[in-house]
């Protein structure tokens, strides 16, 4: 059973930066694609970045391109978000998780999660 942990979440003023991290562990962890998903109060769940299981291919949903950056270390089985110049509208429950390759369009596709970390952007 592969296990995601989040960490790095909390408050900040808008324009800030936070990074987040998700520990993975558990069989064959170093072979999924990891992805970070987004959940705001009473929206959707969305993907906001996604890296392939070597870390050699990332996309991002636009809105946040140019803003977060998704990296993996491949030999902490670590993933990160880096978040810079962050808005209210960033704030959300941010989860992670893990599914056999990269996949951008819906979120289904994942099939294992972390408990998700609260990011809270003020104005």
């Known amino acids: 059973q592969v296990q995601l942990v989040e960490s790095g979440g909390g408050l900040v003023q808008a324009g800030d930066s936070l990074r987040l991290s998700c520990a993975a562990s558990?069989?064959?962890?170093?072979?999924?694609?990891i992805a970070w998903v987004r959940q705001a109060p009473g929206k959707e769940r969305e993907l906001v970045a996604a890296?392939?299981?070597?870390?050699?291919?990332?996309h991002s949903r636009g809105s946040v391109e140019g803003r977060f950056t998704i990296s993996r270390d491949t030999a902490k089985n670590t993933v990160y978000l880096q978040m810079n110049s962050l808005k209210p509208e960033d704030t959300a429950v941010y989860y992670c998780a893990a599914g056999p390759y990269l996949e951008m369009a819906d979120p289904k596709h994942y099939e294992y999660w972390g408990q998700g970390t609260q990011v809270t952007v003020s104005s």
């Open positions: 890296i392939s299981s070597t870390g050699g291919l990332t």
């Open positions: 558990g069989p064959r962890v170093s072979t999924y694609a």
